[in-house]
């Protein structure tokens, strides 16, 4: 039987994933689908409380309903939890509604392959931005063992929250202070929409940081931010955001269709045709 699963959210039109699972299902030659279900705001509650009944093996969730998702989930994974925010889901042997949180995972894994060893330099990771995606690196970074994380955002309160649901192994800083602390760093990451193409530009001092200190951004359009480009013009390693899309969609795969995949760097190209780069 066919196994169906989808990327779910509103609105979803522009999302990459299912080229990404498309492209495993052909290479693994597996009997499944990955559509796109968009789901209005109205009715996302209604729609993921009874999730069995719509067909689905599993699907992906996108904003604006990750925190409405993992409410109606009868399990939820570590990150969900911490994240209070589901972007992949399940049915068990039950029918019951399970989710996870792969963002984190999704980090790790993209870092993993493009700079192996970088977890092993000692420094701290400084990460500018308190969203939600500066939530999801912080708990990936603590739970790989950095032993401490700098939170700078625009709206200070915003990292202070975030640094206090952390707990002691992150500490917020202000944009004033990045300067002092860029030069403590082996990690700098940036989660916020600065260098994103139609957002205005990331302009900071990289004077301070460390030549061997790793730089990353999750923005991945444009896939060189600025960012990037001038980190590695310093020398420094750099690693883009696009496999972390790639990476945070394993889990998903594996869980609806029983094999792992791989991200390969075809999958990576085909991506990039994509978004016309
Ligand atoms: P996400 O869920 O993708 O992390 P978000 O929750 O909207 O998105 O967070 C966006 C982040 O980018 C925030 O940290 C935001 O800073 P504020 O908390 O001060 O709003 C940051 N950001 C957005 N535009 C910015 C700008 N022009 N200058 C500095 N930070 C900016």
Not at 234 to 241: F, K, L, V
Request: with cysteine; proline share 5%; hydrophobic share 40%.
């Amino acid at each position: 039987m066919t196994i169906r699963a989808a990327v779910t959210g509103w609105p979803v039109k522009h999302s990459r994933s299912p080229l990404v699972h498309g492209y495993w299902l052909k290479k693994y030659g597996i009997d499944g689908e990955y559509g796109r279900v968009a789901v209005a705001p109205e009715e996302a509650e209604a729609f993921y409380r009874d999730f069995a009944k719509s067909g689905l093996a599993g699907c992906n969730v996108t904003v604006p309903h990750k925190e409405t998702a993992a409410k109606a989930c009868d399990w939820l994974d570590d990150a969900a939890k911490a994240m209070g925010a589901a972007n992949t889901l399940w049915l068990d042997e039950e029918d019951r509604l399970c989710g996870a949180n792969t963002d984190g995972i999704g980090f790790l894994g993209n870092l993993d392959q493009m700079a192996p060893g970088w977890d092993s330099i000692s420094g701290a990771a400084v990460v500018l931005g308190a969203g939600g995606a500066a939530r999801a690196v912080i708990w990936a970074l603590l739970r790989r063992g950095f032993p401490s994380v700098y939170i700078v955002n625009r709206t200070f309160e915003k990292a202070e929250k975030l640094a206090k649901d952390f707990g002691s192994d992150s500490i917020a800083q202000t944009w004033d202070n990045l300067g002092e602390i860029l030069g403590t760093a082996s990690l700098l990451v940036n989660t916020t929409s600065l260098g994103m193409e139609g957002q205005p530009a990331m302009e900071i001092d990289l004077d301070p940081l460390p030549q061997n200190a790793l730089v990353t951004d999750i923005v991945y359009v444009p896939i060189q931010t600025g960012l990037l480009r001038q980190a590695s013009e310093r020398g420094n390693p750099t690693a883009d955001g696009l496999g972390m899309l790639l990476h945070q969609a394993v889990p998903g795969f594996e869980k609806w269709y029983g094999v792992r995949p791989e991200v390969t760097s075809e999958l990576r190209s085909l991506i990039l045709r994509d978004l016309g780069v």
